[in-house]
């Protein structure tokens, strides 16, 4: 089941109203993909690389459970829900981002929207305040009115302990299908 705040977002975006949070953040549809997961740009000999294969193929293992939901275009940065190796419910899932890097990172917040807010709240014109208020405005919650009051999440393991793990056993394995995908 969506979460309700993603499918508040979802019907805003399809008619062209703008999200509280960035201009170049979309909303993905059901089952899209990040641009930052493709590995095109590689050539046979960086995929003959026992290193850069091994992460290659983790950060696709480690991406594989999570369910993307939007990406920022600008900042090469994708969001979506850490269902993780226990496939948790969206509801239940937090929220994480991959860079442009590789990097996986579990945000602060119990909601996508709050997420999100705590993200772009610190770039944002007006701060966490306007970006939180233009949610609310909206219809959709936030819990916390400083961004430092937003839950921090627990899982385990987190995006990155699962990519690191997973890249050291494939290398650790010799690359052996590392290159795989």
Known sequence: MIPEDL???????????????????????DDERPAALDTS????????????AANTRAIAETAALITWVAEDEDE???FGYWRGPDDLPLSGAP??????????????????????????????????SGVAGRCRAAGVPIGAEDPDDLPEPVVSPTPADHHVARYRELLAAGGSGAAQG
């Open 95 to 128: 929220v994480v981002s991959l860079d442009d890097e590789g990097q996986f990172h579990l945000l602060r917040g119990g909601t996508l929207s709050e997420a999100l807010s705590g993200e772009y709240g610190e770039w944002a014109d007006d701060g966490y």
């Open 41 to 52: 740009y590689l050539t046979a000999a960086d995929l003959a690389n026992p290193d850069i």
């Open 76 to 78: 090469g940065r994708a």
């Open 7 to 29: 499918a508040v977002w979802r019907r805003r975006q399809d008619a062209d109203q703008p999200n509280p949070w960035s201009e170049s953040l979309r909303l993905f549809a």
